[in-house]
């Protein structure tokens, strides 16, 4: 007989654009924390700082997956807009959305690695 848990598969799925915010939150604060003390820090690509290039490439690739999960908890409201969860999804989402977002700031308003 097959068990088939009802309570942690859609926590975890509600709750997937909080977690990859919050690994990209740590993520990029230790990158930049190694990066600036290696000889990445003194590294240019393309002209820019390669730090800031990295740092600009994995903010990119985190909004792109969170923009996902968002299209992907519209799509599940339009399908099924009854009950508590789908909306609390949509808001987890837009949260986590514009959490990213607000992370990613710094690193177009400051300078990657300061001396």
């Not at 799925?13 to 190694?34: C, E, H, K, Q, T």
């Not at 710094?106 to 300061?114: A, E, G, K, Q, Y």
Request: glycine share 6%; charged share 10%; net charge positive.
């Amino acid at each position: 007989m097959r068990h088939e848990d009802r309570f942690f598969q859609p926590l975890l799925d509600a709750n997937a654009p909080l977690i990859l915010w919050g690994v990209y939150l740590f993520g990029i604060y230790a990158f930049s924390a190694v990066a600036c003390d290696t000889a990445l820090a003194n590294r240019e690509w393309g002209g820019l700082p390669a730090v800031s290039v990295m740092l600009v490439a994995i903010s990119a690739l985190v909004l792109v997956a969170a923009l996902s999960m968002l299209w992907r908890t519209l799509l599940g409201l339009q399908r099924q807009p009854q009950g508590l969860l789908p909306f609390a999804r949509l808001g987890i989402a837009i949260l986590a959305t514009l959490g990213i977002v607000w992370c990613a700031m710094p690193v177009f308003l400051m300078t990657s690695c300061i001396k």
